[in-house]
């Protein structure tokens, strides 16, 4: 059920393939895996800001938290992980339709291969790098997918 028709936030979510989901969260990889590992983190409900989740929502939202952080440090072995919540582009458009969302993204101070390809963090302990991309194909998605998947408690 799409809550919020003009919402793209609410139309990806009823097409995304989850990595895991809760009862008010979704964790989706991105098809950019510049930062290997890297998911979006979406309510499931369509809420505008931070200020409007519920108790409950942030209550599982730091289980969500547990669960990715461990799950990519037993999987690749990440460091550290940046947890942003933008929604800037949102506001490109009127009338704004924010949604809720995390963009995470795992660091790394060494180099991970996976499917025959090298994920590289060289800015490990800076900012992260916008411009850092790795589109990936469906496969490699899903092997990437396959080994978080396998560490998810
Ligand atoms: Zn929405």
Not at 17 to 39: A, H, I, K, N
Not at 119 to 130: C, E, L, Q
Request: hydrophobic share 35%; net charge negative.
């Amino acid at each position: 059920m799409i809550e919020n028709n003009t919402c793209e936030v609410c139309q990806a979510l009823a097409h995304n393939e989850p990595l895991f989901e809760t009862r008010f969260w979704t964790v989706t990889l991105s098809q950019d895996q510049g930062y290997l590992g890297r998911c979006y983190v979406t309510l499931k409900e369509h809420r505008e800001t931070l200020s409007r989740l519920s108790d409950k929502q942030w209550q599982e939202f730091v289980e969500v938290v547990r669960k990715l952080e461990s799950a990519m440090a037993a999987s690749f072995g990440a460091k550290l992980f940046n947890w942003v919540c933008l929604m800037n582009n949102a506001y490109q458009k009127q009338p704004a339709q924010p949604h809720v969302h995390w963009h995470f993204r795992p660091r790394y101070d060494h180099k991970v291969k996976v499917g025959g390809m090298v994920f590289d963090d060289p800015k490990f302990g800076f900012h992260y790098d916008r411009n850092q991309v790795k589109l990936v194909d469906d496969s490699l998605l899903d092997e990437i997918n396959q080994v978080i998947s396998g560490h998810l408690l």
